[in-house]
């Protein structure tokens, strides 16, 4: 997956000079140790800019796997200028605990919390993972935000990055350079 979205990567950032684009990496590939050596080799055969365009999204479920190696590999892939992003947090394997041990840019928030939304418990967890990652000085984003009305909720509640159908719809590579200049 990672190397297709090498080969778009130019084209779309001659759109979007300042895109990040977000690829999901598995724990499985993270816990190899040539990983990051071979996504690393890959950069390196493109223009060095692109990697700041990088984003890698790495799932709770790499709490599983050899974490001092995933450690590793992640500080190696953001000493390159990549992003590290963990995605559907707040399912599966959550652990505050755990943030600590990898290092990471952005928690991605899953869905399920904008699914619940009218929830005052959901909604004082939404605002504590504001809080939470204002203090880490990381990113906040919160997925599958799908209505206007789920939009402003959450800007309500302090959430200035969203993700999902409210915005776009999943493009084809074709679809998304024929919208530049147009995407948010």
Same mark, same amino acid.
């Not at 993700?163 to 200049?181: D, K």
């Given at each position: 997956?990672?190397?297709?979205?090498?080969?778009?990567?130019?084209?779309?950032?001659?759109?979007? #000079?300042?895109?990040?684009?977000?690829?999901?990496?598995?724990?499985?590939?993270?816990?190899?140790?040539?990983?990051?050596?071979?996504?690393?080799?890959?950069?390196?055969?493109?223009?060095?800019?692109?990697?700041?365009? /990088?984003?890698?999204?790495?799932?709770?479920?790499?709490?599983?796997?050899?974490?001092?190696?995933?450690?590793?590999?992640?500080?190696?892939?953001? *000493?390159?200028?990549?992003?590290?992003?963990?995605?559907?947090?707040?399912?599966?394997?959550?652990?505050?605990?755990?943030?600590?041990?990898?290092?990471?840019?952005?928690?991605?928030?899953?869905?399920?919390?904008?699914?619940?939304?009218?929830? #005052?418990?959901?909604? *004082?967890?939404?605002? *504590?993972?504001?809080?939470?990652?204002?203090?880490?000085?990381?990113? /906040?984003?919160?997925?599958?935000?799908?209505?206007?009305?789920? /939009?402003?909720?959450? *800007?309500?509640?302090?959430?200035?990055?969203?993700?999902?159908?409210?915005?776009?719809?999943?493009?084809?590579?074709?679809?998304?350079?024929?919208?530049?200049?147009?995407?948010?």
């Amino acid at each position: 997956m990672w190397q297709q979205v090498l080969t778009d990567l130019p084209a779309i950032v001659a759109c979007w #000079p300042e895109v990040r684009v977000a690829v999901n990496v598995s724990g499985v590939e993270l816990s190899r140790p040539e990983f990051a050596a071979n996504l690393s080799q890959r950069i390196g055969t493109s223009p060095a800019e692109l990697a700041r365009h /990088l984003e890698l999204e790495v799932t709770e479920s790499v709490f599983h796997h050899d974490v001092p190696t995933v450690r590793q590999q992640l500080q190696t892939l953001r *000493a390159l200028g990549l992003t590290v992003a963990i995605d559907d947090f707040g399912t599966g394997q959550s652990s505050l605990s755990r943030l600590h041990l990898l290092p990471f840019d952005k928690i991605k928030m899953d869905r399920s919390f904008v699914q619940a939304l009218d929830n #005052p418990m959901t909604q *004082a967890i939404i605002e *504590a993972m504001v809080h939470l990652t204002r203090s880490f000085s990381k990113n /906040l984003v919160v997925e599958g935000v799908e209505t206007p009305a789920q /939009l402003e909720h959450l *800007a309500q509640l302090g959430c200035k990055t969203v993700q999902g159908y409210v915005l776009s719809a999943p493009l084809a590579l074709p679809q998304l350079l024929a919208q530049s200049g147009k995407l948010y």
